[in-house]
């Protein structure tokens, strides 16, 4: 399945800053901030989402809504996605690249997203709570990722590493 075959519209979409933004200007292009979170676990593997808009795998993530900084943003849409209230997040890169940030959606809708990405330790026993945006969630060594994947997770995850390695903010 491709990037541009969904699965399902999130429950309450409509509702939100993106899709009332929608109702006013339909499928043009929208240059969206957001923020994303690879949680990993004490065997250095990564959580990932199977998302229901596309069917692919994953990092939670999602779009700010109006009045929010970014750390509050992150944290709403990680409670929302995995059920977590996670806390403590830290930054290791900023993704902006147009060839893996914009998105076609099925129904003509175009996002170019600049994302500020994070990690966090996962808590041992804890499980993820599937929710509307998440069918499903795995872990993954950072060498093995799933071939059915939203385009833009190898570059995303290949930051991550170097910033584990070097301590350096990565720009991709």
Not at 9 to 14: H, S
């Amino acid at each position: 399945m491709g990037d541009d075959q969904p699965v399902s519209t999130p429950t309450g979409f409509w509702d939100s800053y993106l899709g009332r933004l929608r109702q006013k200007i339909g499928s043009d292009l929208l240059l969206l901030p957001g923020a994303s979170c690879l949680f990993v676990n004490e065997a250095g593997e990564l959580l990932l989402e199977r998302r229901s808009d596309f069917g692919l795998w994953g990092i939670p993530g999602g779009n700010m809504e109006p009045g929010e900084d970014i750390v509050s943003s992150l944290r709403r849409e990680m409670l929302e996605e995995t059920g977590w209230n996670a806390a403590d997040f830290i930054p290791y890169g900023f993704a902006s690249d147009p060839a893996t940030k914009t998105i076609t959606f099925p129904n003509g809708h175009r996002c170019q997203y600049f994302v500020l990405m994070f990690w966090s330790p996962w808590p041992e026993g804890r499980e993820p709570v599937a929710s509307a945006e998440s069918l499903a969630f795995g872990w993954f060594r950072p060498d093995d990722l799933p071939d059915d994947a939203m385009k833009s997770l190898p570059a995303s995850v290949a930051a991550y590493q170097r910033f584990r390695s070097s301590g350096v903010f990565q720009m991709t």
